[in-house]
Nanobody, 123 residues
Framework: QVQLVESGGGLVQAGASLRLSCVASGRTASAYAMGWFRQAPGKEREFVATIHWSGRSTYYADSVKGRFTISRDNAKNTVYLQMNSLKPEDTAVYYC????????????????WGQGTQVTVSS
């Protein structure tokens, strides 16, 4: 099993940037596809981005394409989500997750989750 811990959330103004980090530990963490999801109050958890274990392939939700970038450093067992040009609608709890399949763009495909980190964007 893989354990995941997110960090980097915070309160920012619209147009600002944040970088989220997710440190993975446990068995063969680098062999998993990694993803980011988010959940706003009263809404379902939604897919944000995912990256292949090799780091060579990525997928993004249309709502963040061109603004967010997912990357990974397998030597550090860390996945990043660089978020630029943040909007108030990006406000949510952001979760890191690990999947053993590819392409993984839905929550049921993921079998390990972090505890989440809050991102709040003010207008």
């Amino acid at each position: 099993q893989v354990q995941l811990v997110e960090s980097g959330g915070g309160l920012v103004q619209a147009g600002a940037s944040l970088r989220l980090s997710c440190v993975a530990s446990g068995r063969t963490a680098s062999a998993y596809a990694m993803g980011w999801f988010r959940q706003a109050p009263g809404k379902e958890r939604e897919f944000v981005a995912t990256i292949h274990w090799s780091g060579r392939s990525t997928y993004y939700a249309d709502s963040v394409k061109g603004r967010f970038t997912i990357s990974r450093d397998n030597a550090k067992n860390t996945v990043y989500l660089q978020m630029n040009s943040l909007k108030p609608e990006d406000t949510a709890v952001y979760y890191c997750a690990a999947a053993s399949s590819w392409v993984a763009t839905s929550a049921p495909q993921y079998n390990a989750w972090g505890q989440g980190t809050q991102v709040t964007v003010s207008s």
